[in-house]
């Protein structure tokens, strides 16, 4: 079951080759204030006479529309507003008149078309400059009706590498915590919050669901045993080791690129953060300094770990260099600091703060800049993880009174929620891309 709901396989073949990434960024990721880009997208058209009825184009027209919404990239044009006869196939640049859609403010097209026979498709999409009226990316798609989603996906994928030249999160899931069957339990789904499946069933408590950067590995804690300890877990095997030393074992995180992992173990009396085997070894001990150190987070080399601390008294968050093994601190605005997750660029964290008794998510840079804060005045937010590209940040949040997944953008705007279930979601994690493009 969960091998069927990582990947989705679909044949593709290429129409004409992509335009190198190299003439410049449509989208700065970089940028706080991201204009988005007027984006239309006409309905689907059939590509010949077939089985392909309305409400197919429609449906497909819809998935595509809300799949590049969910990126905050784009501002989605209303179709009312469209001068073209929306029968007509786009195949090539002399099909469209570009001054159509720029007269009613459109700097990118979107085409699609299908053709059916049985219960096979086939999937024609291409992307539009429409100033330069020139095609950006072409793509044709083969396979299932049911995997009619993939397809899109696997072309959102191609637009955001052509407009940012990064491949985005179209392939990429999240874990949580829910208390939907009455116990807290891991749970997975999509990026967007469709597709999603209970993955643990031990009927206690379960915490801190962790990702391995090749998402073949799952870690969590579990109270199965009465305690918490760490379980691992092959995703597409029956395999799975169970690290239960005396006392707490916690937080696991993945070493990037390696099957190894950060974790808080207190056998020794105190908190400490461990590096160990993906089978439990333990390699060696990361942290020496009395008072509990926990909440583990790697740089995306490897080369450095964030971690929680109360050695200043209060929970701040430090910084270890792996190799020369000196620690500073990072955080020293606010007296709770706690839940750090690294960028998967590398240059900022985001984490959880307490202040006046509620929580909110701040994010800071490591060159020495201010934290910022990016949730204002509605009630507790904690519990933020980075997307696998760096654009969005998901986190939990009680504004709507019960505790929800939301996902807003790395600057904090955008903030919407990701999916509502029975109970209540907590402690989202997001996982790497699992197709690599």
């Known amino acids: 079951m969960i091998k069927a709901l990582l990947c989705a396989a679909v044949t593709v073949f290429l129409l004409v080759p992509n335009w190198l990434h190299a003439e410049y960024e449509y989208i700065d990721i970089d940028t706080p204030y991201l204009r988005k880009l007027p984006l239309a997208i006409p309905l689907f058209v059939r590509l010949s006479d077939g089985a392909v009825d309305q409400a197919a184009l429609e449906k497909t027209t819809e998935i595509l529309e809300q799949t590049l919404d969910f990126t905050s990239y784009f501002d989605i044009l209303d179709r009312g507003a469209y001068l073209v006869d929306p029968q007509k196939p786009a195949i090539t640049t002399d099909d469209i008149n570009f001054n159509n859609w720029i007269s009613i403010g459109a700097e990118l097209l979107i085409t699609g078309g299908l053709t059916q026979n049985g219960d096979m498709i086939t999937m024609e999409l291409r992307l539009f400059d429409t100033y330069k009226a020139r095609r950006l ?94 379980y691992i877990k092959n995703l597409n095997e029956n395999q799975r080791t169970i690290i239960d030393k005396k006392g707490l074992n916690i937080t696991p995180a993945w070493f990037p690129g390696k099957f190894q992992l950060a974790a808080t173990l207190s056998f020794s009396g105190d908190q400490e953060i461990y590096l160990l085997t993906g089978k439990g070894k333990i390699i060696k001990r990361l942290t020496y300094k009395w008072g509990s150190d926990f909440s583990p987070t790697w740089s995306p080399d490897g080369k450095k770990l964030a ?108 903030q919407r929620r990701l999916l509502t279930l029975p109970g209540e979601q907590t402690n989202p994690k997001w996982s790497p891309n699992f197709i690599k493009n």
């Open 137 to 230: 990316v072409g793509k044709r798609y083969k396979g299932s009706i049911k995997d009619r989603r993939q397809m899109i996906r696997r072309f959102c994928s191609e637009v955001i590498y052509k407009l940012t030249g990064n491949h985005g999160i179209f392939h990429s899931k999240m874990a949580f915590v829910s208390t939907t069957s009455g116990n807290k339990e891991i749970y997975f789904c999509d990026f967007d919050g469709s597709n999603t499946c209970q993955f643990t069933d031990n009927k206690q408590i379960s915490l801190f669901p962790a990702w391995s950067s090749d998402g073949k590995w799952s870690a969590y804690t579990s109270y199965l045993n009465g305690k918490p300890d760490i």
């Open 307 to 414: 971690f929680v601390s109360l050695r200043a008294g209060t929970p701040q968050i430090y910084i270890r260099d792996m190799v020369s093994g000196r620690i500073e601190r990072l955080t020293f605005q606010g007296r709770d600091n706690t839940q750090p997750s690294w960028s998967p660029r590398g240059d900022k964290i985001v984490y959880t703060s307490i202040e006046e008794g509620r929580s909110n998510i701040f994010v800071i840079g490591l060159n020495g800049q201010e934290p910022i804060r990016l949730t204002q005045e509605s009630r507790d937010n904690e519990a933020p993880s980075w997307s696998p590209d760096g654009s969005l940040i998901a986190f939990s949040t009680t504004r709507e009174g019960p505790s929800r997944i939301y996902v807003m953008t790395a600057y904090g705007t955008d």
